[in-house]
């Protein structure tokens, strides 16, 4: 099979990582990708928001497969492209994938599908905003409807914070994505990213994790795309799994099916675990970022049978996936700064000793060549130094060990990564 992946980040080498162990890959592109993708695909000098030239690319090609890594190809229609072309496509179509582009989508959406979610309001009138607030305790959570970077969420502690965050929103603070403004309930509870694979009718559920979405240790600071990230996580048992699938996954791809937009890809739930069970938070139409590289490490089979039978509509011929019962971390080195301005261009050394530590793997996230060769930092998030173990204090240990190998004094990390899972396992 030639397989092409879209995308450049940690998520997007985790999957090309996994991919090329297959024996059905004959070969692998992935588009542009990375410094740490180009040791295991062939990298592509085309943008993953550049649709026209993707499909160009994928016919000239005769890709067998196209893996969309991120949610911008996917809300942009890429899928749809591909599947009118018959190419077959790992990802949803545009219509499905607004479970992600519009968390006002999702919210009717558990309406409809009876989905347990937070109470909310959906408004595009800053007054009748400010008027639902009497319906709520705080804190308040109020979400931009529109895709934001993951940054369009913002839960003020007061009534008076609120409004004046009602107003800079719908005023523009997110541009078009504010326009529409979700408030929701606060829900309690701890936090966990599942994922399942969908092919439009049938689920298969993956596994949990759980990320550090806050920039500092003990979870402080503001909000990432995510620092780190761990599985499996003592939370998400059997139970919790089944329940999750009975009472979102399955519930939401059956309603999608039943209303013309199959749910095809893998979907990612986010959920708070309260003392009534789980809640979904959001869904995305993607892997998670630093998730996806955990997934990818603890997954014992060959994944490529697997995203080509999301892509075929025959998830149901496919026997359960299995996994390591090992322990996974991944860390998030981040260029100092990160999430707000940060430098581009440092450079970066040792990573290939990390690397060749065992049991670690480091996934590159925003990194490129310099002139010389030289692996240089080219974004906020910028390696995933990922370690299993038979423990969670093994994974840690060996995870910080591939940290401390790496010589980027223009970078940092959380020194905490899976504190949780720690003190549980104690
Ligand atoms: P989202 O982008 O919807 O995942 O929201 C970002 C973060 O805000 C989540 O990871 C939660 O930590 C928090 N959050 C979102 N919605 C709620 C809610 N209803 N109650 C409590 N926390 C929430
Ligand atoms: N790590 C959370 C996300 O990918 O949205």
């Not at 369009?152 to 523009?172: H, K, L, N, Q």
């Not at 014992?300 to 322990?327: Q, T």
């Amino acid at each position: 099979m030639k397989i092409l992946v879209v995308g450049g980040g940690g998520r997007e080498h985790a999957l090309c990582w996994k991919i090329r162990k297959s024996p059905l890959v004959k070969a692998l592109f992935c588009a542009p990708g990375n410094a740490g993708i180009a040791k295991v695909a062939e990298l592509v000098d085309i943008g993953s928001d550049d649709v026209p030239a993707l499909i160009e690319f994928a016919i000239e090609k005769s890709i067998d497969l196209v893996v969309i890594g991120p949610e911008a190809p996917l809300v942009a229609g890429l899928g749809d492209r591909l599947r009118a072309i018959s190419i077959p496509v790992f990802g949803p179509n545009a219509n499905a994938a607004q479970v992600e582009a519009s968390k006002a989508f999702t919210k009717e959406l558990c309406d409809r599908a009876n989905i347990p979610t937070a109470r909310y309001g959906k408004f595009t009138d800053p007054a009748a905003a400010k008027a639902f607030l009497d319906e709520l305790s705080p804190p308040y959570v109020l979400k931009a409807d529109g895709l934001a970077a993951g940054k369009g969420v913002v839960i003020p502690e007061t009534r008076a914070e609120a409004e004046a965050e009602i107003d800079e929103m719908m005023s523009g603070k997110f541009g078009a994505a504010g326009k529409t403004l979700v408030i929701e309930e606060f829900l309690k509870g701890e936090e966990a990213s599942f994922f399942a694979l969908c092919d439009g009718t049938t689920a298969m559920p993956m596994i949990a994790a759980q990320d550090h979405k806050r920039v500092h240790d003990g979870d402080k600071g503001p909000n990432t795309g995510g620092m780190g990230a761990y599985s499996p996580t003592p939370i998400a048992d059997h139970a919790l799994v089944r329940r999750t699938m009975t009472d979102i996954i399955i519930p939401a791809i059956t309603t999608l099916a039943n209303e013309g937009m199959p749910y095809s890809g893998v979907l990612f739930a986010g959920l708070m675990i309260g003392e009534d069970g789980p809640k979904l938070i959001e869904f995305n139409a993607r892997f998670g970022d630093p998730e996806c590289q955990i997934l990818m490490t603890r997954l014992l089979s060959d994944i490529v049978p697997y995203l080509k039978a999301c892509a075929d509509n025959e998830l149901a011929l496919m026997p359960p996936m299995s996994w390591h019962g090992s322990a996974a971390v991944t860390v998030v080195m981040a260029a100092n700064g990160y999430p707000g301005d940060y430098e581009k261009g440092t450079e970066i050394r040792n990573v290939n000793a990390a690397d060749a530590l065992d049991h670690v793997t480091v996934f590159h996230a925003g990194t490129k060549r310099g002139a010389k060769g030289e692996l240089l930092a080219n974004g906020g998030r910028v390696l995933n130094v990922t370690a299993s173990g038979d423990t969670y204090a093994q994974a840690i240990e060996r995870a910080y060990q591939a940290v401390d190998t790496i010589d980027w004094p223009e970078g940092f990390c959380r020194r905490d990564i899976g504190w949780r899972a720690l003190e549980s396992s104690r």
